[in-house]
């Protein structure tokens, strides 16, 4: 079932009360696919993603990742995903090498793969220098590469990136998309939260929520002929109009 499917969601839903924040959302990313989850705040994608990352239970529905059911093997699902928040999860306080060191150990590697993958992570992201350098004293650009780096460390099947170019110039967002193709290159399927338009432009396929329900989902250049737009952001903005609400 679903042999190439990374994720499959079926009437996916979240309550909160009465509030419904995911209403029924159906849909499914193929492996190695790099997938676009976008929408305005409030739109219910934090939510979503919450539920396939296994940190929060479904209200109903059904869901897989990375052939796990988000209902009973959330704790497998845990362990086959990586996951970037806006907020990163480096440690400010301890050097580059320490926090690789760290997220080595939390996702079970061994001294002799965390050892070598430490090399080949300084080298490939040029901070050789910067091993024993504390995070907090690293430029944001490269805390957000090593971040991504630190979050596909145990070469997960997935990775879970949260708006995860927030407050960066646009070379450095363009170097990080770089980082997001080599990992898809590799087999890592991505799902990225944006808000940035163009960076939609770079995914394979885009999904846009409104008020909890997927409104739409297509390749971009699909997404630009359905609403005769030009950009990304014109499809966003004929979407978004149909918001009813506009927070939670």
């Known amino acids: 079932m679903h ?62 990742v990375a052939g796990f059911d988000v209902f009973k093997q959330n704790e497998q699902i845990k362990q086959n995903i990586g996951y970037m928040s806006q907020k990163f999860s480096l440690y400010e306080d301890l050097t580059v090498r320490e926090n690789i060191r760290f997220y080595g150990g939390i996702y079970g590697k061994n001294n002799a793969f965390i050892k070598e993958k430490t090399l080949y992570l300084l080298e490939h992201l040029h901070l050789e220098k910067e091993g024993n350098t504390l995070v907090r004293e690293l430029p944001l650009g490269w805390k957000q590469k090593l971040a991504f780096s630190v979050a596909i460390f145990h070469e997960p099947e997935i990775v ?84 009813q609400r506009t927070d939670g």
């Not at 499959?8 to 959302?25: M, N, P, S, W």
């Not at 170019?165 to 070379?171: A, I, L």
């Not at 998309?177 to 163009?198: K, P, Q, S």
């Open 3 to 64: 042999k190439n499917q990374a994720i499959t969601a079926e009437q996916l839903t979240k309550r909160f009360g009465d509030f419904v924040a995911v209403d029924a959302i159906s849909f499914e990313v193929a492996k190695g696919e790099i997938f676009g989850f976008l929408g305005a705040n409030g739109a219910g994608k934090t939510t979503a993603m919450r539920m396939l990352c296994g940190l929060s239970l479904p209200t109903s529905g059904k869901a897989t």
């Open 160 to 243: 879970f990136l949260d708006e995860p170019t927030g407050g960066v110039d646009p070379v450095t967002r363009r170097e990080f998309w770089n980082m997001i193709y080599e990992a898809a290159e590799r087999g890592i399927t991505v799902f990225v939260t944006t808000h940035y338009m163009d960076e939609a432009e770079y995914c394979n396929r885009v999904s846009i929520m409104v008020d909890g329900r997927i409104e739409a989902l297509d390749t971009p250049s699909g997404l630009k002929k359905t609403f005769n737009a030009n950009s990304m952001d014109d499809v966003f903005v004929q979407l978004a109009r149909k918001a």
